[in-house]
């Protein structure tokens, strides 16, 4: 369709995760025109690493330039402590072949295009704020559920990176003091009591202790079975143990979210991630938690909604950074 005509511009968003490295060529519109995915288990340290992704990018450029289209410039969503301004991965619990890694410089040498990076939960809330759940809210905190709970601050329609890297870290707020000992050190952090994985850890605890659930046989033949979709499954069918966990996750999100919108006078708050699919299950202890906390601010004026761009929503803000770092004004 663009043949013969101007090139149509458009960007390369790449979401590096753990296990895949997925990329995506986004016009103006948010459109993906063409996808492309790769298994993060192939590059096995930083050279290889560096090696494909930019291998990668300068395929996807061929690509771009294959279907009419050029590319502008290139952004990666990176799961960690990144320095944009510097282009560092100071520190990546899921890519350590990355930890300390000047990784922007290091490919901005290798590519024809500007490049930009950014946490991934922050590119999370930045996608959603642009074409998903977020859409119309300059100022909103984008939450991710999954192993571990993730967070992403917007002020200003901007994603704010804070100091030295670390923003928007909603999952590490201490709801309770004498909580799990989480993952970043502290205790009872909102990771340990809302992510999928410690929930996971909660009700088998339970079942440990003799809780009346429908999970206990399945429990005794197999520890591992129980997962977050059992947990789902089994409250969808009112299992009374896995009702209050999800309650115990609405409640905790609840406190967290009140604290946050005390704060910095939100008004909305989107939730994703693989956990957030048990949105259902959640949701109302959450808000009835989260508005009796919020003593101060105007109950009316703040909103909670599930995510609306599902995987996408990484690569579709990693995409409005790439365009807003060459000064596109989005549509
Ligand atoms: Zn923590």
Redo the contacts with the bound molecule.
């Keep these: 369709m663009w043949r013969g005509m101007a090139k149509k511009p458009v960007v390369i968003a790449v979401d590096l995760g753990g296990t895949n490295l997925r990329w995506a060529l986004v016009d103006l519109q948010g459109m993906i025109l063409h996808r492309g995915e790769q298994a993060t288990a192939t590059m096995p340290d930083r050279e290889a690493l560096i090696n494909t992704l930019a291998a990668e990018l300068l395929a996807s450029g061929r690509k771009a330039d294959s279907l009419g289209a050029e590319v502008k410039a290139a952004a990666l969503g990176i799961p960690g402590r990144i320095l944009p301004e510097e282009g560092i991965v100071a520190f990546s619990p899921n890519i350590p072949a990355l930890n300390g890694c000047p990784l922007g410089p290091r490919l901005k040498t290798r590519l024809p295009w500007p490049l930009v990076m950014e946490n991934d939960a922050n590119l999370f809330a930045f996608g959603e704020n642009w074409l998903g759940a977020g859409v119309g809210y300059p100022h909103m905190l984008g939450i991710t559920l999954g192993t571990g709970v993730g967070g992403g601050l917007i002020l200003n329609g901007r994603i704010w990176s804070g100091t030295a890297g670390t923003s928007g870290e909603v999952?590490?707020i201490t709801i309770d003091p004498d909580g799990y000992r989480?993952?970043?050190?502290?205790k009872g952090?909102l990771?340990?009591m809302a992510s999928g994985a410690w929930t996971v850890t909660w009700v088998k605890e339970q079942l440990a202790q003799k809780t009346p659930s429908w999970l206990v046989e399945l429990w005794e033949k197999d520890p591992d079975a129980i997962d977050g979709e059992t947990l789902v499954v089994a409250a969808k069918m009112h299992d009374p143990l896995a009702l209050r966990a999800f309650a115990r996750v609405g409640m905790a999100l609840g406190i967290a979210i009140a604290d946050v919108v005390h704060l910095l006078g939100l008004a909305r708050i989107v939730i994703g991630g693989r956990f957030a699919r048990a949105w259902d299950l959640f949701h109302l202890p959450l808000k009835e938690e989260m508005f009796r906390r919020l003593t101060l601010f105007p109950p009316e004026k703040v909103s909670v909604a599930p995510a609306k761009l599902g995987d996408d929503a990484g690569l579709l803000g990693a995409a409005r950074l790439a365009w807003e770092a060459v000064g596109q004004k989005l549509l």
Excluded at 182 to 186: D, E, H, S, T
């Design positions: 999952g590490h989480c993952n970043c050190g502290n952090c990771e340990t």
